[in-house]
């Protein structure tokens, strides 16, 4: 009979920590949760701002592809209606050459200027996201220095 593998629920994990030592990690005894909590409040905020402002975007970008569809749709309706006059093969050819050549600039066009739109819309969100993340950075070390000018402090005594 095949040996099996002893699951997780098995193990004995007092056995596999127990000799685990982290290393000396500074406390922040004077360490103001209010200021964590507000630092940790003003994230959330930043967070909802970049997604409000990824939704306002993307709806602008959904607006703008509705409009070429529609705006395609009616350019395709009046080449039909005008294919329906009499002309010669070589001026249908022509004309149809000259159609082609203005409906792949218009789709490049339209290709830009909706890769633009996202590409603004991610920017405007992700430094909205940058900033904070930055600001964080400062509030932490900030917490951390003032700390550590406290313990200075106290050992001083």
Known sequence: MAKRNQGAENWDFSKIWGNFNIPNMPTFPEMKFEEIAAAQQRNFEAFVTANRMAV??????????????RETYENSAQTAKSYADPMSPSDGMSR???LCKEAFETGVANAG???????????????????RMTEGFSEMAGLVAADTASDTAKSAK
């Open 113 to 131: 200027e909706i890769t633009g739109m996202v590409r603004a819309t991610a920017d405007q969100a992700m430094r909205v996201m940058a900033d």
């Open 96 to 98: 149809q050459a000259g």
């Open 56 to 69: 306002e975007g993307f709806q602008a970008i959904a607006q703008r592809n509705a409009e070429i569809l």
